[in-house]
T-cell receptor, first 111, second 116 residues
Framework: EDKVVQSPLSLVVHEGDTVTLNCSYEVTNFRSLLWYKQEKKAPTFLFML????IEKKSGRLSSILDKKELFSILNITATQTGDSAVYLCAVIEGSQGNLIFGKGTKLSVKP | GAVVSQHPSRVICKSGTSVKIECRSL??????MFWYRQFPKQSLMLMAT?????????EQGVEKDKFLINHASLTLSTLTVTSAHPEDSSFYIC????????????FGSGTQLSVL
């Protein structure tokens, strides 16, 4: 069964809109949750979240983790066409630090 | 930021040949590297965890004799696809964990393998 579930799977918005991407997880021995942006091919790192309730921000992007409800959100404000990409959520679990990816959310920002 | 170099970026080979893909951490030592496979429009699938100086740990369903992983140094891991077949055609990505940076993962640029 899926351990890391992202929603929605795809999203189409217009420039200037604000979007919220969701990631829920169910793993044993949770360590961290990470967000990546994948455009073209290889993912690039966005955020790493370990503690609940602490918002991380980078420009128009922000993310927060809720370890009680087992989810995280990634917010993008004032979206631009350059934000179009697949956003991947991943969870590090277990003593070996295995990384489990969600299926991703494909975001398309129209001009 | 940390850089992970993956080479080659694209390879086309005949069925039955072996292909080696290299993954290097350029500015940090990576005791652990990971190899993923990605099919079109699908998420990354972890194939194996490569540990420096020891045998790789393979995920269920991944043939260790087909996908040979060698992590001979703290900056280099290699994935060799042996006796490649068309169904092995895929996008392969490596990542390395930088323990100096809270264990963040940095990814290589990926290798598109096409087996004819």
């Amino acid at each position: 069964e899926d351990k890391v579930v992202q929603s929605p799977l795809s999203l189409v918005v217009h420039e200037g809109d604000t979007v919220t991407l969701n990631c829920s997880y169910e793993v044993t021995n949770f360590r961290s949750l990470l967000w990546y942006k994948q455009e073209k091919k290889a993912p690039t790192f966005l955020f790493m979240l370990t503690s609940s309730g602490i918002e991380k921000k980078s420009g128009r992007l922000s993310s927060i983790l809720d370890k009680k409800e087992l989810f995280s959100i990634l917010n993008i404000t004032a979206t631009q066409t350059g934000d179009s990409a697949v956003y991947l959520c991943a969870v590090i679990e277990g003593s070996q630090g295995n990384l489990i990816f969600g299926k991703g959310t494909k975001l398309s920002v129209k001009p | 930021g940390a850089v992970v170099s993956q080479h080659p970026s694209r390879v086309i080979c005949k069925s039955g040949t072996s292909v080696k893909i290299e993954c290097r951490s350029l500015d940090f030592q990576a005791t652990t590297m990971f190899w993923y496979r990605q099919f079109p429009k699908q998420s990354l699938m972890l194939m194996a965890t490569s540990n420096e100086g020891s045998k790789a740990t393979y995920e269920q369903g991944v043939e260790k004799d087909k996908f040979l992983i060698n992590h001979a140094s703290l900056t280099l891991s290699t994935l060799t696809v042996t006796s490649a077949h068309p169904e092995d055609s895929s996008f392969y990505i490596c990542s390395a964990r930088d323990r100096r940076r809270d264990e963040k993962l940095f990814f290589g640029s990926g290798t598109q393998l096409s087996v004819l």
